[in-house]
């Protein structure tokens, strides 16, 4: 385990000089922007527009900055050939493996979470007062869904980067996250479709591909009307659900890996 967080602490290195932070500043930047560029809205109106573009705006940027970054570790690695030095040190594979992706996750968590900071401020300056300091906070409940979110991204890339190059691991990985935020749509295809081969293939779908439409917490964060029974629960249930499949999928990874020549 300590090899694994040394190989961690060396990915966050890496990925801090790539200067993966630069997309924190300016996705940061448009949220405090974002503040001052809905005045002809009324001030109901305007909070409930910048909380949900500010959750979509840090999505989709923790969604580029997984994906980049994920599907180019163990491929960086193979190609410079630094993975022979390295494995042929006391490092075994599964040490490897999931330095990296401790590594990958703390790299998002920062990003995610400096962005998550950039947005409770734009929050709290466009709330006025109105809602006190539990406001803002609350939307950090969104932010936290999309790290695990996120951190179940990762580890769905890395498994395919155990025997994909990038480029096919890229799309194929956006594909499993758009079918994965359609889970609920895949459920009633599965329940209504008559066909045999048909319901079988939208039910291994639906189970199998992981449902990253479970982590869109967001309308019920921005909708007044929209209430959540057992918030609390289901919160949890995300949380260790995006565990225990990433843990899944690192097994599979390391199982994958471990037989893979390089």
Partial sequence: MNTSLVIARNTISEALRKKVLNAFLMVGFAMLVLTFAFQQFSPRQELTLVKGMGLGIISMAALLITVILSINLIPTEIERRTIYTILSKPVRRPEFLLGKYFGAASTIFINVGLMGLAFVIAIALKQ???EGLFGPLNMLKGVLMIYMQMALLSALAIFFSTFLSPLVNFFLTFSMFIVGNL??????????????????????????????GNFNYTNPLVQ???????????????????????????????????????
Avoid: M, W
């Avoid at 459920?187 to 591909?209: S, W």
């Avoid at 289901?234 to 390089?262: G, H, K, M, P």
């Fill in 224 to 262: 007044a009307n929209v209430q959540v029974k057992s918030e609390a629960v289901l919160l949890t249930q995300n949380c260790i659900y995006a565990v225990v499949y990433a843990t899944v999928l690192l097994i599979l990874s390391i199982l994958v890996f471990d037989r893979r020549e390089v």
């Fill in 183 to 212: 889970s609920s749509f895949t459920l009633d295809l599965a329940k209504n479709t008559q066909n045999v081969l048909a319901k079988g293939f939208f039910t291994a779908v639906h189970y199998l591909v992981p449902n990253f």
């Fill in 128 to 130: 006025r007062g109105a």
